[in-house]
């Protein structure tokens, strides 16, 4: 029986810097809309979608980060 793999803390961390660089595209964008997209009901619906998704890659991000502290990392068996 093998078991499932783990991810280690720094797969974690991995994730979190993928995150702060969505997160800064987005500012970026927001900066850049004009006016006229600023008012366009279709532009700011899909400037909001992607806020929700990376609010809930967050979300996501911070309950692994949570589960992964948690867990009790176990010592590798010896099969000697």
């Given amino acids: 029986m093998t078991?499932?793999?783990r991810f280690t803390a720094g797969a974690w961390r991995f994730l979190a810097v993928q995150l702060g660089g969505m997160e800064g595209l987005l500012t970026e964008t927001r900066r850049?809309?004009?006016d006229?997209?600023?008012?366009?009901?279709?532009?700011r619906a899909r400037f909001a979608e992607a806020v929700v998704a990376a609010r809930t890659a967050?979300?996501?991000i911070r309950e692994a980060a949570g589960?992964?502290?948690r867990r009790r990392p176990t010592?590798?068996?010896s099969s000697r």
């Fill in 67 to 69: 589960r992964a502290a």
């Fill in 32 to 34: 850049a809309l004009s």
């Fill in 36 to 43: 006229t997209a600023r008012g366009d009901p279709v532009q």
């Fill in 75 to 77: 010592p590798p068996s």
């Fill in 3 to 5: 078991a499932e793999p």
């Fill in 58 to 60: 967050y979300l996501w």
